[in-house]
C-alpha cells in the first residue's frame, strides 16, 4: 500500500467495519467506513456554504470523540484551526481574527464565548450537532455559497494551523501542511509498531499538537481505534483503562506523574489491562519517573521529543532495544542535527543547537519573514533547544536556549538540575527556573512538590544537590509548593516561574 500523503487517503488505511473513534460514555463506535462517509458529507456541506481547500476554520469543542472526527473530517475539506475551549472572549477575538477564519464550529447549544467574538467579527457559526455513534456529527448554518477550491485537499494544502505559546512576543502562526501531518503520524506509527489492533487511550487536549497527531493521526493512519475522552483525569484514568482496554497511551510528564501516584491503589487493573507500551512526549520526563512507570505497568516507556513546527515527533527511544533514561532518543522522521552558531553542523559529542529538516518541518511560520530568516538556517529549522548526540546516536537536550539560566557568565541547564533533584527521594516532581539577580543576572530556583506524607527541608535540597552539581548549579532557592503551575496543555512553564511564586533575587 502507497504511503498516504493527506487524511482523506490516511482514513483509507482501516478495514471499513473496524473501530475507528471510540468514547468512554459507553455510545456505540464510530467505523472506518462511517468515518470516511462523513469526510465526504462535512466536504460537501463546507464547500455548499462556500469553504474549500486552505479557507480556515476554526473549532472551539469540548476533547472527545466529536472534536477527534471534526479535526479530520474538516481537514479533508478545509485548514483546520483547533483553539483552546478555555479561552476568554478577548483571546477568541485575536485568535479567530489573526487566523482570518471563515468560519468557528462550536458544539450546537454549547455557551462558550467564542461565540461572542466571532459574531463581533461577523464570522459565520457553525453547529456541530452530535449523531448517536461517537463522533459522528452535522453541521448546521452557514449561507449557500460556491468554494473557490472545492474538493478533497491536496498534499500541499494547509491541513491544521497552531499558533506557538510565545511567551512575550506575539505567537506566531504555523501552518501544517498535509504532508507534514501525514509524514509525521507514518512517523510515529513506525517508531511504535501500530497495528490495527492497537487501541489509544486518549487523555491529550485535541487543540495541541500531541493529541492531534500522536494519538489521533498515527492510530488512524496504523488502522487503529482511538478512545476519546474528556481529557485528562487522574481519578477516572484507571476506570476507563479497565473498561474500554486500551494498548497504549500517550501523555506529558505531568500526567504520567499523577497516573503515577495513584497506580497503587489500582494494581488489579494495571494487571488485568496489559499495555503493550507508554509515550511520553512534549517535555522532559525525568529519569526515576521513567523507570518508575516502567516498573508499575510492566511495559516499555517510549519518550519521544515533538514539537508544533515539526507536526510533533523528531526523535524517539525505540519500542525494542535500549531505551535511555533522560535522553529522547534516535532521530525518529527527519533528520535531525547540532549546529554551532555559525550555522556549521557539529560532530557527534558537540553541544550546540537541535536543528531538523524533513517531510514533517513546516515550511515556516504565516506573514513572518523576520521570523523565518531566524528560524532557518541553509535549509535547516532552528528548534531552539540545546543538545548533544551521544556514540549510540541518541539526543540528550539540556535545555531550551531561552531558559538556560546565565549565572555570572555560567550557563546552567535547568535540565539538569531537575534531573538531580528528581532522584531525591522525598521530590514528587520539580522544575527549575530562573530568578532575577541584581549582580549575577540570574541565579538558580527550584519548585518543588513533596511526595504525599514525606518531609523534607531547603536545606536538605540543596546538600543533595552539592554531591552531584558544581556549587553554582546548585538552586539558590528552593520554594516547596503543593501543585506547580502548567499551561494549558499540560506544560510546565520555566519562564516567568520566579514572578508567579513571588521569588525575587
Known sequence: MTAFRTVAQLLERGEAPHPALRATEGRPHLTYGALRELARKTVASLNGIGIGRNDRVAIVLPNGPEMAAAFVAIACAATTAPLNPAYREDEFSFYIEDLKAKALVVLKGSETPARAAAQKLGVPILELIPGAAAGDFTLEGGAHAAAAKPGMAEEDDVALVLHTSGTTARPKIVPLSHGNVCASARHIGASLSLTSRDACLNVMPLFHIHGLIAAVLSSLGAGGAVVCTPGFD?????????????????????????????????????????????????????????????KTFGCPLVESYGMTEASHQMCSNPLEGPRKPGKVGRAAGPEVAIMDDDGTIMPQGGIGEVVIRGPNVTKGYEANPEANAKAFTNGWFRTGDQGMFDEDGFLMLTGRLKELINRGGEKVSPL??????????????????????????????????????????????????AKSLADFKVPRKVVFVPEIPKGATGKLMRIGLAEKLGVTG
Open 234 to 294: 487522574a481519578l477516572r484514568f484507571f476506570r476507563w483503562m479497565d473498561e474500554e482496554k486500551p494498548t497504549w497511551f500517550t501523555a506529558v510528564p505531568t500526567m504520567h506523574q499523577a497516573i503515577l501516584s495513584r497506580a497503587e491503589r489500582n494494581k488489579e487493573i494495571i494487571e488485568r489491562v496489559k499495555l503493550r507500551f507508554i509515550r511520553s512526549s512534549s517535555a522532559s520526563l525525568p529519569g526515576p519517573v521513567m523507570e518508575q512507570m516502567e
Open 416 to 465: 539538569e538540575v531537575d534531573g538531580v533533584l528528581s532522584a531525591h527521594p522525598a521530590v514528587a516532581q520539580v522544575l527549575c527556573f530562573a530568578i532575577p539577580h541584581p549582580k549575577l543576572g540570574e541565579e538558580v530556583g527550584a519548585a518543588v512538590v513533596l511526595r504525599e506524607g514525606s518531609e523534607c527541608t531547603e536545606r536538605e535540597l540543596r546538600d543533595f544537590c
